[in-house]
Nanobody, 121 residues
Framework: QVQLVESGGGLVQAGGSLRLSCAAS????????MAWYRQAPGKQRELVAT???????VYVDSVKGRFTISRDNAKNTVYLHMNSLKPEDTSVYYC???????????????WGQGTLVTVSS
């Protein structure tokens, strides 16, 4: 069983910063890509940023230049550094990872439970 546990959400004023963390634990052989998604009330879940095992990153246009995704492979942890936050960034942020539990197994997508980020104007 593999679990992803997010932390670091909270309430922040517009223009402020937060850092989200997501730690993977359990029976992990390797982790391929890791990502952050978000879902605002009444909206579909959207990809915010993704990072490959080699460190290549992709961002949605709305967060480019403000958010930075990074990972610590030794700790099986992914981070999302969020700067210059805007009220429209208010969402539940979910961690996602492609995890392999054994050499011969396939990568399987795992989701965290989500952490709420609220940006006040």
């Amino acid at each position: 069983q593999v679990q992803l546990v997010e932390s670091g959400g909270g309430l922040v004023q517009a223009g402020g910063s937060l850092r989200l963390s997501c730690a993977a634990s359990g029976n992990i052989f390797s982790i391929n890509s890791m990502a952050w998604y978000r879902q605002a009330p009444g909206k579909q879940r959207e990809l915010v940023a993704t990072i490959s095992s080699g460190g290549n990153t992709v961002y949605v246009d709305s967060v480019k230049g403000r958010f930075t995704i990074s990972r610590d492979n030794a700790k099986n942890t992914v981070y999302l550094h969020m700067n210059s936050l805007k009220p429209e960034d208010t969402s539940v942020y979910y961690c996602n990872a492609d995890v392999k539990v054994a050499l011969i197994s396939r990568y399987r997508e795992v989701w965290g439970q989500g952490t709420l980020v609220t940006v006040s104007s």
